[in-house]
């Protein structure tokens, strides 16, 4: 049975309490409009509102991240893979991050990061 997008953030907000966890700038957009489309407006409101006393730690897009965001969105044509995905990859590769905290499993499970052979998907 697949879990529900609450069920996933519920779970992700419990790692987010033990992890050292790295958002990237530009999934804060994609968060947001997920959780209004999905579970409602004022989900999206909380989030907004939490970000400035949480541990999150954002991290915003270099220059060469940009490069490789392209490269990888090249790669990956045929698997309808966004921007967003793909920076966060790129900024990964550059971070020498391993892990990564998403409910886009189906996407994240095909990536062959530069710096490792797979990402560990969470939750």
């Not at 969105?73 to 892990?99: G, H, P, T, W």
């Amino acid at each position: 049975m697949e879990k529900t997008i609450g069920t996933k953030v519920a779970e992700a907000t419990l790692i987010a309490e033990t992890e050292r966890l790295i958002l990237p700038g530009p999934a804060i957009t994609e968060i947001a409009y997920l959780l209004h489309r999905r579970i409602g407006h004022n989900a999206a409101i909380a989030f907004i509102e939490t970000l400035p006393g949480s541990n999150l730690e954002i991290e915003y897009p270099i220059y060469r991240d940009y490069i490789r965001s392209a490269e990888i969105l090249r790669k990956y044509n045929d698997s309808n893979i966004d921007f967003v995905d793909a920076c966060i990859v790129a900024m990964a590769e550059r971070l020498n991050i391993q892990k990564v905290l998403t409910v886009d499993r189906r996407h994240f499970s095909i990536f062959r990061p530069a710096h490792c052979d797979a990402f560990e998907i969470l939750p």
